[in-house]
């Protein structure tokens, strides 16, 4: 069955015409082809997102395509978007690694008809269709509340270490539209708590071992470090991870963005005190409804917020908890 095409043409009387793939598809009686471009393939997070967005595609009539880097990675997921550009589906979503740099390339997909939804993370401000800046052309951002996330975390470590102490956020890099919202709730919370000091953040590159072995850096230099805030997924792991080569869990208080199956034998073990698990299956779903409402002609709200479920202990087994853990 023909879905993708790059050129197509038909011979009509009077000679060659060529059509552009998606009126040849509309054309045809064909169904919209939407485009999925993960921050990265392999993290369970945008995993459990193209779940999402499958089961959105199924119910709506809808392909799918899901194309990305293996990397958390402007340099390598621009190359992935220009492709995917070239082949101009019906609509793309995206969870744009940098702020700033998708800004140039996703303006050429917009220009070229293709109408761009942003997915986890935003370019420019994240506030779309203002007729301000120019970087507001996509129709609509999905995502969870990062820096209300941020300040749950904050609020979870405060309680966790009896409010006082010091804690630092392990962080994946600056110009991450999500994480970096999520260390300003942390550290515009922490303000509230006197006692509670916030060293200097450190940025892993989304490296779960390099993010374990600064723990043990920081611990080094602040035997009497109280928590930290891993802001994703291999922030969060790898903050576990050190801990417990450091022998220091229980000791250090660890919170953590994202909720991985493995995350589950953390909690349990007490690696880990708590779990903010954003709801990654609802932000694919949303985003290809809202990309399929688009192009029926509706119109669609410039941001769609999704929810979080706070894990720890206690609630990790109940099943209306459970099914929020993240797919691998
Ligand atoms: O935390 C998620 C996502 O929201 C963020 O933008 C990047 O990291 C994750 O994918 C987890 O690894």
Request: glycine share 8%; net charge neutral.
């Amino acid at each position: 069955m023909k879905r993708w095409i790059n050129t197509v043409a038909v011979v009509v009387t009077l000679g060659l015409v060529a059509l552009s793939p998606i009126k040849l598809a509309l054309a045809a009686g064909n169904k919209y082809t939407i485009a999925l471009i993960p921050g990265l393939t392999t993290d369970p997070f945008y995993i459990t997102m193209h779940k999402g967005a499958q089961a959105a595609a199924q119910a709506l009539g809808v392909d799918l395509v899901f194309q990305g880097a293996p990397e958390f990675n402007p340099v390598t997921q621009v190359p992935v978007l220009n492709a995917v550009t070239a082949r101009h589906p019906s609509a793309i979503l995206i969870a744009p690694t940098d702020k700033v740099q998708l800004v140039a390339p996703l303006k050429t997909a917009s220009e070229a008809g293709i109408p761009v939804i942003t997915v986890d993370t935003f370019i420019g401000n994240g506030h779309y269709q203002t007729g301000t800046g120019d970087a507001d052309f996509p129709l609509c951002y999905v995502a969870s509340d990062n820096v209300l996330g941020g300040e749950i975390a904050a609020r979870a470590l405060a309680k966790a270490i009896g409010d006082k102490g010091k804690v630092y956020v392990s962080n994946v890099k600056p110009g991450i539209s999500t994480t970096d919202q999520r260390e300003q709730g942390f550290k515009e919370e922490m303000k509230k708590h006197s006692s509670i000091t916030v060293l200097e953040t450190q940025f892993n590159d989304d490296d779960a071992n390099k993010a374990a072995s600064q723990f043990q850096s920081v611990l080094a230099r602040n035997p009497d470090l109280a928590g930290v805030f891993g802001a994703n997924l291999f922030s969060a792991m790898g903050a576990s991870n050190g801990a417990k080569q450091a022998h220091s869990t229980g000791k250090v208080k660890v919170v953590a963005f994202d909720a991985p199956a493995s995350i589950v034998p953390e909690l349990k073990a007490g690696n880990v005190d708590i779990a903010i698990a954003q709801h990654p299956a609802e932000i694919g779903y949303f985003g290809v409804v809202a990309a399929y409402a688009h192009l029926a002609g509706q119109s669609v709200p410039p941001l769609i917020g999704t929810g979080f479920t706070v894990i720890d202990k206690g609630n990790v087994d109940d099943p209306n908890v459970k099914r929020f853990i993240y797919s691998d």
